[in-house]
């Protein structure tokens, strides 16, 4: 099967030897993607929807570049700093996915690579081919 990788350009992405997204065949994984600005800065400091917001539109380039789009997500997986921003990060995936409804988690986590990072969203999508 062809193997297709998606660049986002982040600085990360050949230290750690990474893809923002990776496609085989019909499947799409969007890696571990946190609230970075086009400048590089931290998007929406202090403000864990709208580091959401940001995610997800860094998410919808990935998945543009695979071929796909935030239709196509049949899995989310949100970690967040603290727990407590839940409702704000879900009410943003909420308006992302309302009619989509993908499997989704949400997690706490020690720590991300920045600290001022407060979430950080992996995407799991399959690209409907009509042959059902």
Same mark, same amino acid.
């Given at each position: 099967? !062809?193997? +297709?990788?998606?660049?986002?350009?982040?600085?990360?992405?050949?230290?750690?030897?990474?893809?923002?997204? %990776?496609?085989?065949?019909?499947? %799409?994984?969007?890696?571990? +993607?946190?609230?970075?600005?086009?400048?590089?800065?931290?998007?929406?400091?202090?403000?864990?929807?709208?580091?959401?917001?940001?995610?997800?539109?860094?998410?919808?380039?990935? #998945?543009?570049?695979?071929?796909?789009?935030? !239709?196509?997500? %049949?899995? +989310?997986?949100?970690? #967040?700093?603290?727990?407590?921003?839940? !409702?704000?990060?879900?009410?943003?995936?909420?308006?992302?996915?309302?009619?989509?409804?993908?499997? +989704?988690?949400?997690?706490? %986590?020690?720590?991300?690579?920045?600290?001022?990072?407060?979430?950080?969203?992996?995407?799991?999508?399959?690209?409907?081919?009509? !042959?059902?």
């Amino acid at each position: 099967m !062809k193997r +297709t990788l998606v660049s986002s350009g982040s600085s990360y992405e050949p230290i750690i030897g990474f893809s923002r997204a %990776v496609r085989v065949g019909n499947h %799409v994984s969007v890696s571990g +993607t946190a609230p970075v600005a086009p400048d590089g800065s931290v998007a929406a400091p202090g403000d864990a929807a709208g580091q959401a917001r940001r995610i997800f539109e860094i998410v919808a380039a990935a #998945l543009d570049g695979a071929g796909a789009s935030l !239709k196509h997500v %049949v899995r +989310t997986h949100v970690m #967040l700093r603290h727990i407590d921003d839940w !409702k704000a990060v879900a009410q943003v995936h909420g308006e992302i996915f309302s009619e989509i409804r993908p499997a +989704t988690c949400f997690v706490e %986590v020690s720590r991300l690579i920045d600290p001022d990072w407060l979430v950080e969203i992996e995407v799991d999508a399959v690209v409907d081919d009509g !042959k059902e």
